[in-house]
């Protein structure tokens, strides 16, 4: 039964805690038994981890203000403007956000919820360690004016961050918060590929027949360009190239469809919830079923939204590009995943 599942569930979990337990304490006996190896990784990893803390702390804040002022505009707007403002975005930008777009919308069909509440989950824990790192970051236990943080080697400093990472964050939370992300986006990759199956085989297809050409282009100048001790790299390169040019080939005639595609449903979209917001705040009286008007405003809208995307050449330009860096990342994304994860 389901109660039996889960009892056995929960005994596995307590008996793999106190292995660990018993595992870390029997480690800390002998902190010489250290492999090599493990010693070596941390060491290469130090710098890493350091720039990606020192990341971390400088772009928290702004994260945080960000989604702040996110939340306070669509708490205070009525459903209709949201309505109008994503039609909006829509007709003017959804060629370029095709994926996107539509993993939003798988999101906001199924599972959506979940996903959110995950997406908290790990908000939170993050906010936690960040405000923990803050106030680390200003002790002075020695008293001698300087921060600790800022008398200790790269190491130690890992080391610090590392279990102060592991104090503060929830495990269960993040673990659970993780599941819930892997699952919603691997619902949103599979209802993807069923949405974009001809884009994918053709970026497929274009990537195999260019692979012989590129071959015979590409491989003399890299083997005469790299050591003999980097040639085992030149394949993964040339596959790589070649699934990058074959997906951006195929995606940009997809992109050129989906402009086409996407004004057309965000100018009516948005033109209907603009006359039905102006009815709700009695600034004009207009029914809708009874006139034309969302048509031509919708329509006039789609025409510009079309222009305006192939005049751009399907790309941003700035400042644009820069305010929409994140949802660009996200697309090129899962442009990757559709089209090549199995």
């Not at 459903?79 to 829509?90: K, P, Q, S």
Request: aromatic share 8%; net charge neutral; with cysteine.
């Amino acid at each position: 039964t389901m109660a039996e599942a889960a009892l056995t569930s929960t005994t596995r979990q307590e008996k793999e805690r106190a292995s660990l337990l018993q595992l870390a304490k029997s480690q800390s006996s002998r902190p010489n038994d250290i492999p090599d190896w493990f010693k070596t990784l941390k060491v290469q990893l130090v710098p890493i981890v350091e720039k990606a803390m020192e990341f971390s702390v400088f772009i928290a804040p702004y994260i945080r203000e960000m989604y702040v002022q996110a939340r306070a505009v669509y708490l205070l707007l009525p459903t209709t403007a949201i309505r109008m403002i994503y039609g909006l975005g829509v007709c003017f930008f959804g060629g370029m956000f095709p994926l996107t777009i539509a993993a939003f919308e798988t999101f906001r069909v199924s599972g959506g919820e979940r996903a959110l509440t995950s997406l908290n989950m790990l908000a939170d824990d993050f906010m936690r360690v960040h405000e923990a790192n803050v106030e680390d970051n200003k002790k002075d236990e020695d008293g001698d004016g300087v921060a600790d943080v800022k008398q200790i080697g790269s190491q130690q400093l890992m080391t610090r961050k590392l279990g102060l990472f592991l104090r503060t964050a929830n495990p269960e939370r993040l673990t659970q918060g993780l599941y819930g992300i892997s699952q919603a986006m691997a619902g949103v990759v599979a209802t993807l590929k069923l949405q974009f199956a001809k884009t994918m085989s053709l970026a497929v297809s274009i990537s195999d027949n260019i692979r012989k050409p590129a071959v015979s282009i590409l491989a003399p100048f890299l083997i005469y360009s790299l050591p003999p001790e980097h040639h085992p790299w030149i394949n993964p390169i040339l596959d790589l190239t070649c699934k990058f040019l074959a997906m951006s080939l195929a995606w940009y005639l997809s992109r050129i469809i989906s402009a086409v595609h996407s004004a057309i449903i965000g100018g009516l979209a948005a033109s209907r919830a603009c006359i039905q917001l102006l009815n709700d705040r009695k600034l004009i009286t207009l029914d809708i079923d009874k006139s034309m008007i969302d048509e031509y405003s919708g329509w006039t809208l789609a025409a510009m939204g079309i222009l305006f995307q192939l005049g751009q050449g399907m790309q941003l330009s700035f400042p644009l590009n820069i305010l929409l860096l994140p949802l660009s990342f996200v697309e090129v994304s899962l442009q990757w995943a559709v089209t090549f994860m199995k």
